[in-house]
């Protein structure tokens, strides 16, 4: 038997053993997923609503505890962390209203009837990254359950622990055994299993582009369907007309939230040459003023990284050679600490402007025009998110629509809620997730004509 040590990110120390989920075990979650799949599709819209409703209160009642999990295991900073967990909530409450809106049509044919209905795809196997434990996982095991699909989820290595009790509490509320399982375990493990067992009809991943690449491969040898959500190098593109006390004020938030560890994060600021200098004075406060530290506290707005060596990978972004504008602080003593970093790069090939860092370090360029930013912001392969300062109502919507990117926010950083569509252009992802249609990435359209 495989066991991993879950460890503190703030204080290194280990919070629990667990034991890893075998390959056979793995498969044997699977079928006893399928086997559940006969009765849970049958179970009447109105109660499976209900069923996910209680699942809802039961994360509710214990936000707290969920959310004092994931500091531990994850090093979020409590506030964060009490978002996420209700963010959960919140989505699983939306998911409730789905079994009964799940509608078909009724198209206008000759001699007869033709109706069309979005049928439950079987098992649906959900990968999450260490990031977002949470919210990651509820945006794929809502809907899912809720169209009325069983799932397997398999938590990041790091990061298992919330998304085993997610687990319990859906047993709790009276989903039924089978319906929703955790499968803690290796990607190579576990995750390889969803990819590769016939009867996982859906792979819904989250992580990095690398391995999105490869499990859409995977999926391709069953023609399997496949959600990715994957890396992201957004840009937070402030021009001269904007209220440059806010940008500034707000930019550190809009990368260096959750330490950086964020797809969304707007590690790339491009700012109008005219405003350059001045952007940077007013950024600076900014970002010395971000409070780094014990993620348990009430006060603190950013916590550690997640591990020893995912530090060592983004200090290697910071070489002796870059040119570092200024940095924030860091606490003494044990933890993954890294500083909020602020660099001018020199050219538009450095690697901290093409490769998603995923730490707290951000990189400012200048830019000319609006159409200057607009090829600056896409000259990536990613296109996640990203956001757009200005006073000027044309410019922000031409913008908006010349960025390519799934997630766009004008004069805020905002890119999640859970009844707008989220997801990435390029190689940012495949497939939405949340938002009005968020039922239909887990069903298959069945037309059926009845002769009359
Ligand atoms: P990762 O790709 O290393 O791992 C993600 C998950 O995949 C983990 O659970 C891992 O165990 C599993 N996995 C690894 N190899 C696998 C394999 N061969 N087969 C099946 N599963 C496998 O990513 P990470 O380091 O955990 O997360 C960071 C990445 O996630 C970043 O690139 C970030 O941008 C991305 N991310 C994207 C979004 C989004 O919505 N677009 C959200 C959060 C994170």
């Given at each position: 038997m495989t066991t991993t040590q879950v460890v503190n990110p703030a204080t290194e120390q280990v919070v629990t053993t667990l034991e890893l989920v075998s390959a056979a075990e793995t498969d044997a979650a699977i079928e006893r997923a399928?086997?559940?799949?006969?009765?849970?599709?049958?179970?009447?819209?109105?109660?499976?609503?209900?069923?996910?409703?209680?699942?809802?209160?039961?994360?509710?009642?214990?936000?707290?505890?969920?959310?004092?999990?994931?500091?531990?295991?994850?090093?979020?900073?409590?506030?964060?962390?009490?978002?996420?967990?209700?963010?959960?909530?919140?989505?699983?409450?939306?998911?409730?209203?789905?079994?009964?809106?799940?509608?078909?049509?009724?198209?206008?044919?000759?001699?007869?009837?033709?109706?069309t209905f979005h049928e439950p795809l079987g098992v649906v196997g959900v990968i999450v990254p260490w990031n977002f434990p949470m919210p990651i996982a509820a945006w794929g095991f809502g809907p899912?359950?809720?169209?009325?699909?069983?799932?397997?989820?398999?938590?990041?290595?790091?990061?298992?622990?919330?998304?085993?009790?997610?687990?319990?509490?859906?047993?709790?509320?009276?989903?039924?055994?089978?319906?929703?399982?955790?499968?803690?375990?290796?990607?190579?493990?576990?995750?390889?299993?969803?990819?590769?067992?016939?009867?996982?009809?859906?792979?819904?991943?989250?992580?990095?582009?690398?391995?999105?690449?490869e499990i859409m491969a995977g999926c391709a040898r069953q023609v399997k369907r496949v959600t990715l959500e994957l890396g992201g190098k957004s840009a937070n593109i402030v021009f001269a007309d904007a209220d440059l006390e806010r940008a500034a004020a707000t930019a550190p938030y809009g990368v260096f939230d959750n330490a950086g560890q964020d797809c969304c994060a707007r590690s790339r600021i491009l700012v109008q040459r005219s405003v350059f200098d001045r952007f940077l004075e007013l950024l600076e406060p900014a970002v010395r003023g971000v409070r780094v530290g014990d993620p348990s506290a009430e006060s603190t707005e950013m916590g550690p990284l997640i591990s020893a060596a995912h530090r060592a990978r983004v200090a290697s972004f910071v070489e002796p050679s870059t040119k570092v504008a200024f940095t924030g602080t860091q606490p003494d003593g044990p933890g993954f600490w890294y500083p909020p970093t602020v660099v001018l790069p020199d050219a538009p090939s450095d690697r901290v402007l093409t490769e998603e860092v995923f730490g707290p370090v951000v990189a400012v360029v200048p830019f000319e025009d609006e159409a200057d930013a607009v090829r600056i912001a896409n000259d990536t392969e990613y296109g996640l998110s990203g956001s757009i300062w200005t006073n000027n109502v044309g410019r922000a919507l031409r913008v908006s629509r010349g960025v390519e990117a799934g997630n766009l926010s004008v004069n805020s950083h905002s890119s999640v809620r859970y009844w707008t569509p989220f997801g990435g252009f390029k190689q940012s992802g495949l497939g939405r997730e949340l938002g009005p249609d968020a039922a239909l990435a887990f069903t298959e359209t069945k037309n059926v004509f009845i002769a009359t």
């Open positions: 399928q086997r559940a799949g006969a009765d849970w599709r049958a179970v009447a819209p109105g109660d499976r609503a209900r069923l996910l409703r209680r699942f809802a209160e039961a994360v509710d009642a214990n936000l707290e505890q969920l959310a004092q999990l994931e500091v531990a295991n994850a090093g979020h900073t409590i506030g964060n962390a009490r978002w996420e967990a209700g963010n959960v909530r919140d989505v699983l409450h939306f998911a409730a209203g789905i079994p009964e809106r799940l509608l078909g049509n009724q198209i206008p044919v000759a001699g007869g009837v033709d109706i899912a359950l809720a169209a009325g699909n069983t799932v397997v989820l398999k938590p990041a290595e790091l990061t298992p622990l919330t998304a085993i009790r997610l687990g319990e509490l859906a047993l709790e509320a009276g989903v039924p055994e089978g319906v929703f399982q955790v499968l803690p375990g290796k990607g190579s493990v576990v995750g390889r299993r969803f990819v590769t067992h016939p009867a996982v009809r859906k792979v819904v991943f989250t992580g990095s582009t690398e391995v999105g690449k």
